[in-house]
């Protein structure tokens, strides 16, 4: 049985499964089993979906058959039927009010979303689409999370939240856009904002009680037809400190929320009328000790047979112009839509 024939037997049984490629990497992973609410001090070890907001999504895990499982009740359902779809105008009337709002307090930045509605994907297309994402995009973090006969996940993430191995971890800040083909230059909207997302990575990891963070100089680094500017922190953990609060000090980052965080999280319940549910969460393979890599969940769709959602975000700060803003927010969805063209 090959992936995409597993992929579809595995979503005809609605078991709940995660499957993934690691970036450059040349194998497919697999975690079947228990799906349970995370609980990051008692789950050693498997495969984590994240919500971008925990009060309002549970943050879940599939655990290896074998290991402790318990009952789940997923709020809200399927997460690809009922969310709101913003227009062209409503998306431009929302950045105006962020600039506005930018300009007239605290913020710096905040991170905008909206949701690009397609149809529904039958298991063996679900299957498809993840190998074809996997070839398409070496670079990407690939995965489809299942977790049973609701809340299906697809994406290919360009960025790392923390990549942890022993007491050494990694992590980035990865902002502003254009397209490869483009033939645009980067602004300064976009540098002063990915050194926004720089600045608080660093200052929070030092104020966590992290040992030697040391951060690179950005470059522009390539994500299928997308650049983005992007700066590798490294960072060390004291010994005997749990990894996982680490983990809190980064999420959410300047690059899915906005600087400062409290302020921005305010503005985009105020803003958008949907959930973002795992949108701009983090996920992918956990362990306490072990190596672990968790990926802030961009690039993605929740997907059923009946319709998908591609969702997509745009940092927003005092020289954001509402129109380029849109057109990245197209650019950035054309990392998936494409598998719906070729249905």
Not at 173 to 197: C, F, H, Y
Request: glycine share 8%; proline share 5%.
């Amino acid at each position: 049985m090959d992936t995409i024939e597993r992929i579809s037997f595995l979503l005809d049984q609605e078991k709940p499964f995660a499957v993934w490629r690691m970036p450059h990497g040349d194998q497919i992973n697999w975690m079947e089993g228990g799906l349970k609410v995370f609980q990051p001090e008692l789950d050693i070890n498997g495969f984590v979906l994240h919500p971008f907001d925990a009060s309002l999504d549970s943050p879940l895990i599939i655990t290896a058959e074998g290991q402790a499982s318990e009952p789940l009740s997923i709020p809200g359902g399927d997460a690809a039927t009922s969310q709101y779809v913003v227009d062209y105008e409503q998306y431009i009337s929302q950045v105006n009010r962020a600039v506005e709002a930018i300009n007239t307090g605290k913020l710096k930045k905040i991170v905008l979303s909206r949701i690009i509605e397609k149809t529904g994907l039958s298991n063996q297309q679900a299957g498809q689409a993840f190998f074809g994402l996997c070839q398409s995009l070496p670079d990407a973090f690939v995965y489809l999370f299942s977790a049973g006969a609701h809340t299906r996940w697809m994406g290919a993430s360009p960025e790392t939240l923390v990549s942890f191995d022993g007491n050494r971890a990694f992590t980035m800040s990865l902002a502003g856009t254009l397209p490869v083909d483009g033939n645009l230059e980067w602004s300064d909207k976009e540098r002063v904002e990915q050194q926004i997302v720089t600045d608080y990575i660093v200052e929070n990891l030092k104020g966590a009680g992290a040992l030697q963070v040391v951060a690179g100089q950005p470059f522009v680094s390539r994500a299928g037809k997308l650049l983005h500017l992007k700066t590798e922190i490294r960072f060390l953990i004291p010994e005997g400190r749990n990894r996982y609060g680490f983990v809190l000090a980064l999420h959410p980052t300047p690059a899915v929320c906005g600087s400062p965080k409290d302020e921005a999280i305010q503005l985009i319940r105020s803003l958008e009328q949907h959930r973002r549910a795992y949108y701009t969460g983090f996920l992918g393979p956990w362990s306490t000790k072990g190596a672990a890599h968790l990926f802030v969940n961009l690039r993605c769709m929740a997907f059923s047979i009946h319709r998908s959602h591609i969702y997509v975000g745009g940092g927003i700060t005092a020289k954001s112009v509402a129109e380029r803003e849109w057109a990245e927010t197209s650019w950035k969805a054309g990392t998936l839509s494409w598998l719906f063209d070729t249905k």
